[in-house]
């Protein structure tokens, strides 16, 4: 069993920029494909960017260039970097871990976006 926990979410304005964390348990995170997801009211939960195990990494389109995704393997954590946000980017973000067969997900924060 993998725990996740995020935090970083939070009020920003348009334009302004966020750091999300999420903290994994266990000694093989390295091994870990992490990724972001996110949720808006009313739509489904869609991929925001994914870094795997050797740190490739790929993002949503309407995030690249704005975001980044990064891991650090010491600390167990991967990280969202959220510049230039915008009103659509708000919603609650979740982590998510795959490793083997399993797939694991923290509780989301929240990410809301004033214009």
């Known amino acids: 069993q993998v725990h996740l926990v995020e935090s970083g979410g939070g009020l920003v304005q348009a334009g302004g920029s966020l750091r999300l964390s999420c903290a994994a348990s266990?000694?093989?995170?390295?091994?870990?494909?992490m990724a972001w997801y996110r949720q808006a009211p009313g739509k489904q939960r869609e991929l925001v960017a994914r870094?795997?195990?050797?740190?490739?990494?790929n993002y949503a389109d309407s995030v690249k260039g704005r975001f980044t995704i990064s891991r650090d393997n010491a600390k167990n954590t991967v990280y969202l970097q959220m510049n230039s946000l915008k009103p659509e980017d708000a919603a609650v973000y979740y982590c998510?871990?795959?490793?083997?067969?399993?797939?694991?997900w923290g509780q989301g924060t929240q990410v809301t976006v004033s214009s």
């Open positions: 998510n871990a795959k490793f083997l067969a399993g797939d694991y």
């Open positions: 870094i795997t195990n050797d740190r490739t990494t």
């Open positions: 266990g000694s093989i995170f390295r091994f870990y494909d």
